[in-house]
């Protein structure tokens, strides 16, 4: 069984009516100070820049965003890119190897029974033929 922590009941401050009334005065005062400010032509300068500064600050977090992502998608292509490479030349290395003379002449002697044929059985025939008759 664990440790058990007792702790002394915390006493609640007890809201009374005259700090209810002076906290709604104080936050009626600054209210009107705020409005009364807002008129102001520099104020209304000041705060027409702090939007802009918000909305550009959140632009620039978009875009990091998407930065980001962007990043994430060519990092991605460039790995299955890699990986049809690697595979393009296994692809390459394979054809290779079964398209070899020494490959295709066993399996042609295998297969189909056939031989390299020998001195006596080779003839030459010329490329252009002469014509008979002609002159």
């Given amino acids: 069984m664990g440790a058990v922590a007792i702790e002394r009941p915390t006493r609640t401050a007890r809201l009374n009516k ?5 906290g709604v005065a104080t936050a009626v005062r600054l209210s009107q100070q705020v409005f009364s400010a807002l008129q102001q ?5 000041s ?3 702090v ?3 918000v909305i550009s600050s959140l632009g620039v977090v978009v875009s ?3 930065n980001r992502e962007l990043f994430n998608t060519l990092s991605q292509l460039q790995e299955q ?3 049809y490479q690697r595979e393009w030349s296994q692809l390459l290395l394979e054809q290779s190897a079964l398209s070899a003379h020494g490959r295709v002449e066993q399996l042609a002697s295998e297969r189909f029974g056939m031989v390299v044929p020998g001195k006596q059985d080779i003839v ?3 490329l252009i033929a002469p ?3 002609a002159r």
């Fill in 81 to 83: 890119r890699d990986n």
């Fill in 47 to 49: 705060m027409g820049l």
């Fill in 131 to 133: 014509l008979v008759g």
């Fill in 124 to 126: 030459l025939v010329p």
């Fill in 64 to 66: 990091a965003h998407e």
């Fill in 51 to 53: 939007m802009l500064l």
């Fill in 41 to 45: 032509r520099r104020v209304l300068i």
């Fill in 18 to 22: 005259q700090r209810v009334r002076d």
